[in-house]
């Protein structure tokens, strides 16, 4: 399970974190996460200029992995 990242936005706080076209959103904070929805839902209870431990399944020539990314909040 997971949300798959359609689309990043130019010099916003996924792609400055490195969150890329593809990668499968696991878990926000450590809550498990299935859809858009959980994932915005999540995300918005970060604080202005905090930071939140997203965990991504990234695939990479053939495997994939996953990877923790922190976002900082704008």
């Known amino acids: 399970g997971g949300a798959v990242v359609n689309d ?39 604080a202005a200029g905090g930071t939140a431990r997203v965990v991504v399944w990234r695939f990479s020539r053939g495997s994939g992995q996953e990877v923790f990314v922190p976002i900082r909040r704008r």
């Not at 936005?9 to 299935?34: C, E, H, K, M, Y």
């Open 8 to 46: 990043v936005t130019p010099f916003g706080p996924a792609a400055n974190s490195a969150i890329l076209p593809n990668d499968v959103i696991l878990s926000i904070q450590g809550t498990p996460v299935r859809t858009v929805d959980e994932v915005t839902n999540l995300l918005d209870k970060i």
